[in-house]
């Protein structure tokens, strides 16, 4: 089982979860939502998350998700995009993500064990 994390406000999911699908902030800005595998997540997350608070992880399964997945080149790496919305199935867990004192986030242990 190969697994992809998406970064994402606890606000933003619970409105999925109401609507039964979804879509992030860029599916209808961008053409589709940006997830990393469980290797890049501190990297993204210091460079696009610093201490911000209220933030979840979606710890998603790739065989179970509906909409086209591609890898495709970004900042001198290879990074998992999803063209279409995430359906409520393919996410295995919500993890809640908060950064430490000083604003940098740790990986927590049920990422480490996927990895």
């Known amino acids: 089982m190969a697994m992809i994390v998406h970064i994402t406000p606890r606000e933003e999911w619970e409105k999925a979860q109401l609507s039964g699908s979804y879509e992030g902030d860029t599916l209808q800005t961008e053409g589709y939502i940006h997830f990393c595998l469980p ?7 210091e460079r696009l998350y610093k201490a911000q608070v209220g933030l979840v992880l979606l710890l998603v399964d790739t065989e179970r998700v509906r909409s086209p997945l591609r890898y495709e080149p970004s900042d001198g790496d290879h990074f998992p995009h999803l063209y ?3 359906n409520m199935d393919a996410v295995l867990q919500v993890i809640d993500f908060p950064p430490d004192k000083d604003g940098k986030f740790s990986l927590p242990d049920r990422i480490a064990d996927v990895e």
């Open 84 to 86: 279409g919305p995430l």
């Open 39 to 45: 290797a890049q997540l501190l990297e993204v997350a």
